[in-house]
T-cell receptor
């Protein structure tokens, strides 16, 4: 158990819908990262927040957005869902925004199925 | 730029050794190794910073060759629990953003 929690564990929805995935980082961690893992794309970095502010953006679609709240939990919003958005979505957290030895610890993931 | 991992898959008997490589065409600042079991979260194994540092974790160790921009993960005397997919995540710039780019993974199967 990494200490990172994600809800829900599974989500089944229809195309065109909107969903929100939630992540709580480990106690004391200020950075939250979101990743998408699908069979054909591997583990893809989406976005990073540090202490409430966006720090880095990866391959995140415009239909997706995220935010980190004052209590440091984060939400990933996925809208206008398409079949290809079906994937495992992981959240990871780390203590800092950078620096040597800063390790990312992954949560258990949310499995999203779009029908 | 996604790092290249090799081999894509390897099957071992318990007690055998394995090496997994992770190569980049760009200069790397650090390499992070993770192991993921099917349907579970990636679990952190170790970080290597540029400078050729070698690290160990139980019977798993790794090295970072700065000249070749390559990291190798060494699994010694494999145990059944070592089965899973191993990912390397590479970081090119130190400092403010810890953006990791992951390789496509190496699937390791350890048989009794």
């Amino acid at each position: 158990d990494s200490g990172v929690t994600q809800t829900p564990k599974h989500l089944i929805t229809a195309t065109g819908q909107r969903v929100t995935l939630r992540c709580s980082p480990r106690s004391g961690d200020l950075s939250v990262y979101w990743y998408q893992q699908s069979l054909d794309q591997g583990l893809q970095f989406l976005i990073q927040y540090y202490n409430g502010e966006e720090r880095a953006k990866g391959n995140i679609l415009e239909r997706f957005s995220a935010q980190q709240f004052p209590d440091l939990h984060s939400e990933l919003n996925l809208s206008s869902l398409e079949l290809g958005d079906s994937a495992l979505y992981f959240c990871a957290s780390s203590v800092e925004a950078g620096g040597p030895g800063d390790t990312q610890y992954f949560g258990p993931g949310t499995r999203l199925t779009v029908l | 730029q996604q790092p290249v991992q090799s081999p894509q898959a390897v099957i071992l008997r318990e007690g055998e050794d394995a090496v997994i490589n992770c190569s980049s065409s760009k200069a790397l600042y650090s390499v992070h190794w993770y192991r993921q079991k099917h349907g579970e979260a990636p679990v952190f194994l170790m970080i290597l910073l540029k400078g050729g540092e070698q690290k160990g974790h139980e019977k798993i160790s790794a090295s970072f060759n700065e000249k070749k921009q390559q990291s190798s993960l060494y699994l010694t005397a494999s145990q059944l629990s070592y089965s899973g997919t191993y990912f390397c995540g590479t970081e090119m710039n130190p400092g403010s953003a810890r953006q990791l780019t992951f390789g496509s993974g190496t699937q390791l199967t350890v048989l009794p």
